[in-house]
């Protein structure tokens, strides 16, 4: 079964700071997702990585790949308040479009 | 476009009633799915179907849950009886495989408390 792990669960950090949010999975996928979830609302895909080494960046945040280890990364750069969310990554195994979501990262900027 | 459009957005019922919710996926989208989102539990996958038809219920917890897909534009998923631990947030997503699988455009979801 696969698992998708994020951490942390929950990081409160003030704005201007850097931080990183880890994804582990546990099985081999070539395409994984970053999405947002603010407070009480619905999903926004936020990236798509396709291969190793895929690095893509909108605005502080900036969203890496590394099929090898099992890991992706989703780096903020001087957050702001406005990125306070939650963040999932999900993985999408086999041929269909099924995507296994992590537990999710809920990030509160402070100011 | 109007994206994906789930009603009704909250609902309040009582254990043992039947609840209905619906979706309407984005026009010509060939992926449905049915997600289930709890505290404890995260984002679940229940169900989801390809051109109508259903590919994998294996996360429908219990008989008591149940999915259709009748024609491309409108799915429902039927909870009866209801119980209070089915309370959670219920989002329907669609996605077109041929240009970007696995991106999902999620609905706002259903909030269901059942007392």
């Known amino acids: 079964e696969l698992k998708v792990e994020q951490n942390p669960l929950f990081l409160s950090m003030q704005e201007g700071k850097n931080y990183t949010i880890y994804c582990n999975y546990s099985t081999t996928s070539d395409r994984l997702y970053w999405y947002r979830q603010d407070p009480g609302k619905s999903l926004e895909s936020l990236f798509v990585?396709?291969?190793?080494?895929a690095v893509k960046q909108e605005g502080r945040l900036m969203a890496s790949l590394d099929t090898k280890a099992r890991l992706s990364t989703l780096h903020i750069t001087a957050a702001v308040h406005d990125l306070s969310a939650t963040y999932f990554c999900a993985v999408l195994t086999g041929t269909a479009s099924k995507l296994t979501f992590g537990t999710g990262t809920r990030l509160q900027v402070t100011l | 476009d109007a994206g994906v459009i789930q009603s009704p957005r909250h609902e309040v019922t009582e254990m043992g009633q039947e609840v209905t919710l619906r979706c309407k996926p984005i026009?010509?989208?060939?992926?449905l799915f049915w997600y289930r989102q709890t505290m404890m539990r995260g984002l679940e996958l229940l169900i989801y179907?390809?051109?109508?038809?259903?590919?994998?219920d294996s996360g429908m917890p219990e008989d008591r849950f149940s999915a259709k897909m009748p024609n491309a534009s409108f799915s429902t998923l039927k909870i009866q009886p209801s119980e209070p631990r089915d309370s959670a947030v219920y989002f329907c997503?669609?996605?077109?495989?041929?240009?970007?699988?696995?991106?999902?455009?999620f609905g706002e979801g259903s909030r269901l408390t059942v007392l």
């Open positions: 026009s010509g989208h060939d992926y």
């Open positions: 179907f390809n051109n109508n038809v259903p590919i994998d």
């Open positions: 997503a669609s996605s077109l495989t041929s240009t970007a699988p696995g991106e999902l455009f």
């Open positions: 990585l396709l291969s190793n080494g």
